[in-house]
Structures are given as structure tokens and as C-alpha cells.
């Protein structure tokens, strides 16, 4: 165990996936109760065309991707905001344009593109010193928003309207948080890539979700789940050599499977 | 001496070229119990969001004096959401916190007097999924009381509750009205209790058809009013019962 340690890039790899993987865990818990689940999916893969285009022009691409997050974000909180389209008709409508511009990007390109492969499905081999220092960054954030915001948080999630009357900030809240979403997806890809970081944003809180009284249980049950599977995924990549996006998604899927028998078995117990 | 509290003066509401409220007017003295009745799609619901200041670009000018306290129109929660009935209720409270948005105990304590007046304190830390169809509603009012309002605006609170819980409901509403001098406004389809309980009444269809006392309304005013706008069915006897097309 120590000797897998040894190796710089495991270290690299191991802390970007605890990182990407408590910042998303924690977003899960109010994505599942806002019934946003295809947030992830959507910012995932719009983040797909700001990188084909960063490869294509050889720009920067953290900073694409961001500025691609940052994009979707505006979007969907400008058009939703006039309530004549749904917010979830805009996410596939920008999710499958950026889709399309992205492979559109890649053609352009000459010559065979290996990084793509990375992007769809991750790949920590890829991951960077900088890499880091941002996830660093975006994990910070989410945990003092959630613990300075943690009322604010509760009450969007819980009634947007009621929260309103009741004076809670809902539109500033609104906008971070899609925001907060986009820019953690897009630097989650080369942990887990565009297609599986849905996961990530969506098992941690459905599972913390099943056992939770409060909110704030919820959020510690998901960072649990969210650290164990990171942990675990990439130890498991390591050794039975599988990519370590994958694994993470399947040992994730494998402790909600074992959540749901346990809670299962437990209800009809009480009765 | 009645001192006005509400005055709304030719208030209207269009949305995507749908007339939603025309000629709007009254006046609400302090203390009034007023029922607002009107078939589904009336524009019930769209008033009171015009007088909580929810809604931008109505016509006409709304006058309020005072704080309101609001219990929605079934407000349809998620019944697994993580959330205890005390948190609930303290969002009436969201507005009274300091810079650092921080529940004191003060604040939990008035949020547990309210409760214990309407008898849920015992479930402060019950998920609100699990209460029944009348706590969940006197929660709902606890909430809106929690900060104290001057004026009470509830928009069909009868949802799932039971005929029993529905009537020591409205001897709440009473006692509020009564011993708290609270205005209430009530917006409901039991027009037997309207009738019975308050001393207003609010006919809504698009616009305000009547408002007058109630003792001033009969059976055959309130039928000239309402049948050529909707399939009204009048039981002779007792009770009267408006049924709309939407029921
Ligand atoms: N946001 C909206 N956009 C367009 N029409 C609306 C909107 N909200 C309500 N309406 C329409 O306004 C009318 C009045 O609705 P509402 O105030 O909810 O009636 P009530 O509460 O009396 O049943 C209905 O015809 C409804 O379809
Ligand atoms: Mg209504």
C-alpha cells in the first residue's frame, strides 16, 4: 500500500479525486433535492466543445473550460429566468450544440487527437500540479459557501418561492450555485471525464438522501461516500489496471446498491 | 373609526395578452375577515400574489399598511426532503437575522411559542413529510404568524385536510381575527363557512363582482353574479356549493 504512494502521480491523482470528489459529492445533495439531475450532464458535456476548441487552437485549457462553464451558467440562468423555457429544455439544447461544435472542432484538427479519449472518461495520468491548485480552489469554496450559506442553501432547495417572500437572496443564490456546478464539472474532467461526472453529482446525495434526518447529515453522509469511492476507485484502477474514472463510478454505484438492500431490508424490518 | 389596510384602486393584470385581473377595487379595514370565493382560474391566487409584491407589471395601485403573513396554495413539497418542522417554521424568520444571517435563541424560542399555540411543538424535530395533512397546515401557519404579521392571507388552506381539522381551522382563523385583531383574508371554496365566519366577502372572476357585507348578499345575487361565468350548481337547501368546470 505504502509503494502505491510512491509514486508522484498516484498522489496527484489520489488528491485531485478526493478533491473533484467531495466538491461534487456536496453539490449531489442539493442537485437530487432540486430535482436538477441533469445539471451534471449538461455542463459535462458543453465542456466538451470549450476543450475540443482549446485543442484545436492550442489554447489554454483550464482556462477555456472555464470560461465555457461560466457560459452555461449565464445561459441557463438568463433564459430560465424568463420562464418560457424550461431550464431543462436549454441544458439539452446547449448540451447537444456544444457536443456538436466539439466534434465539428476535432475534425478540423489533423492528425489523430489522443487527449480526447481523456476528456470523455478521464484520465488522472493527465492531471497537473495546476490542476490541483484549482480543485484545491473550487473545494475550498464549496465548503465555506455551504457552511456560510448553509440557511440560504437550505431553503432554495427546499421551496425557491417561499424562500423568496420570506426574503432569502434565491436569484443570487440561483446563479452561484449553476456557476458553482459548471466550473466544478469542467475541472472534474480529467478525473472522471464528461460522460461519468454525472455520477459523482447525483450517487453521493441520492444515497445520503435514503438515511439523512437533516441536510446537514446528508452532506456529511455524501462527503463519506463521495472520499471512500474516490479512495477506494483509484486503488482498485491501480490494481486490477482499469481506468480509474470508471472505477470510481462503479465502487460508487456499488455502495448504492449495498444502501439500497441495507435500507430496504431495514424498513421491512420496522414493520 | 375603521382604518383602512389594504386599498387596491383599479388593479389589472395582463400576462402574454391574457387578461388575468380587470378593475380591481376595495378597501380592507384593519381587523376584517374577508373570504375571497371565485371559480378555478379566477385570479384568486394571481391577487394575493399582486398584494404580496410578487408580481411586477400589474396596473392600478396597491396600498398595504402593514405585514403580511401568507400561507400558499397547496405548496406541493418533496415528501422526502430533510428538513425538521422547526426549520420550517423559522424561515418566517429569515428577515429579523442579523449581517451574519445567524438563528438566535430568541428566534427559536418564538418559533417553539407558535407552535405550542397551535399544538405542534411536540413535532419541532419531525421530517415535515411525515406530518399529516392538518399538522403540515398548521405548520404552514406557524409560519406565517412567526414573525408577527398584522395581516393574515391564507389561499385555499383546506388541501388535505380532513372536515373536522378544516373546522377548528377556521375557529383559529377566528380566534386570530378576534382576540389577536389580525386581518384575515381567506380565500376559499367552503362557501358555507365563508358565509358563516366572515365579514366580507370577495366575489373573484376576473373581476371583483361584489363586495359587501355579508349580510347584505343573498342566494339569488350571488347567482346572477356567477351563473352566466361558470356552471354553477346551486343546492336549494343546504349547503350551497359552487361547482366549477375545472372540479
Ligand atoms: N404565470 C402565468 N402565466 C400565464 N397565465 C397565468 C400565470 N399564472 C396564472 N395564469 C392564469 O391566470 C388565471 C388565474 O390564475 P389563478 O390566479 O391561479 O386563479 P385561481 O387562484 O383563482 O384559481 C388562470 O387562467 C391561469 O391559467
Ligand atoms: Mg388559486
Redesign the interface.
Known amino acids: 500500500m505504502t509503494e502505491l504512494f510512491s509514486y508522484d502521480f498516484m498522489v496527484y491523482a489520489v488528491t485531485a479525486a478526493l478533491l473533484s470528489g467531495i466538491s461534487c459529492s456536496v453539490l449531489s445533495n442539493y442537485i437530487v433535492l432540486k430535482k436538477m439531475e441533469f445539471i451534471g450532464d449538461g455542463a459535462g458535456h458543453t465542456a466538451f466543445g470549450g476543450i475540443a476548441l482549446a485543442i484545436l487552437m492550442g489554447w489554454n485549457l483550464n482556462l477555456v473550460s472555464v470560461i465555457t462553464g461560466v457560459i452555461f451558467a449565464l445561459s441557463i440562468y438568463f433564459v430560465s429566468k424568463k420562464q418560457k423555457v424550461n431550464e431543462n429544455s436549454i441544458i439539452g439544447i446547449l448540451l447537444s450544440l456544444s457536443m456538436a461544435l466539439g466534434v465539428i472542432f476535432i475534425s478540423l484538427k489533423k492528425g489523430y487527437t489522443p487527449e480526447i479519449d481523456g476528456y470523455l472518461f478521464g484520465d488522472i495520468l493527465m492531471v497537473s500540479e495546476t490542476d490541483i491548485k484549482i480543485l484545491a480552489v473550487v473545494f475550498s469554496a464549496i465548503i465555506i459557501s455551504v457552511i456560510l450559506f448553509n440557511k440560504e442553501l437550505k431553503y432554495y432547495a427546499f421551496n425557491q418561492r417561499m424562500a423568496k417572500i420570506y426574503g432569502v437572496p434565491v436569484n443570487a443564490v440561483n446563479f452561484l450555485f449553476l456557476l458553482t456546478v459548471s466550473v466544478v464539472v469542467v475541472t472534474s474532467v480529467k478525473i472522471i471525464g464528461i460522460i461519468l461526472v454525472t455520477a459523482l453529482l447525483l450517487t453521493p446525495g441520492i444515497i445520503a438522501k435514503m438515511w439523512a434526518g437533516t441536510l446537514n447529515h446528508m452532506i456529511i453522509i455524501s462527503s463519506v461516500v463521495g472520499t471512500v469511492s474516490s479512495v477506494l476507485g483509484i486503488i482498485a484502477a491501480y490494481y486490477f489496471n482499469i481506468p480509474p474514472g470508471p472505477s470510481i463510478v462503479v465502487t460508487m454505484f456499488g455502495f448504492f446498491l449495498i444502501s439500497f438492500l441495507i435500507k430496504n431490508i431495514y424498513t421491512k424490518i420496522k414493520k | 373609526m375603521t382604518e383602512t389596510i389594504i386599498r387596491a384602486k383599479n388593479v389589472g393584470y395582463e400576462t402574454e395578452n391574457t387578461l388575468i385581473l380587470k378593475n380591481i377595487n376595495f378597501e380592507i379595514s384593519k381587523k376584517d375577515f374577508v373570504g375571497i370565493i371565485g371559480p378555478n382560474g379566477a385570479g384568486k391566487s394571481t391577487l394575493i400574489k399582486i398584494l404580496?409584491g410578487?408580481i411586477e407589471g400589474y396596473t392600478g395601485d396597491v396600498e398595504i399598511r402593514g405585514k403580511i403573513g401568507?400561507v400558499?396554495q397547496h405548496?406541493f413539497?418533496?415528501k422526502?426532503?430533510?428538513?425538521?418542522a422547526l426549520?420550517?417554521v423559522l424561515?418566517?424568520l429569515?428577515?429579523e437575522t442579523g449581517i451574519l444571517?445567524r438563528?438566535k435563541k430568541e428566534h427559536i424560542n418564538r418559533a417553539l411559542e407558535v407552535m405550542k399555540i397551535l399544538e405542534i411543538d411536540k413535532l419541532k424535530n419531525r421530517?415535515v413529510g411525515k406530518l399529516s395533512g392538518g399538522e403540515y397546515q398548521r405548520l404552514m401557519l406557524s409560519r406565517a404568524l412567526v414573525s408577527g404579521p398584522d395581516i393574515l392571507i391564507l389561499d385555499e388552506p383546506e388541501a388535505g385536510v380532513d372536515k373536522k381539522g378544516q373546522k377548528l381551522f377556521y375557529n383559529l382563523m377566528k380566534k386570530l381575527n378576534e382576540e389577536q385583531g389580525i386581518t384575515v383574508i381567506l380565500v376559499s371554496h367552503d362557501i358555507s363557512m365563508i358565509f358563516s365566519e366572515t365579514n366580507k366577502v370577495m366575489c373573484l372572476n376576473r373581476t371583483l363582482h361584489c363586495h359587501k357585507n355579508t349580510s347584505e348578499m343573498n342566494r339569488d345575487d350571488f347567482k346572477k353574479i356567477y351563473s352566466d361565468s361558470l356552471e354553477m350548481l346551486v343546492h336549494i337547501d343546504e349547503p350551497l356549493k359552487v361547482v366549477s368546470r375545472n372540479d
Open positions: 404580496l410578487e401568507y400558499p405548496d413539497i418533496d422526502t426532503f430533510p428538513i425538521s426549520e420550517v424561515m418566517g429569515y428577515k444571517r438563528f421530517k
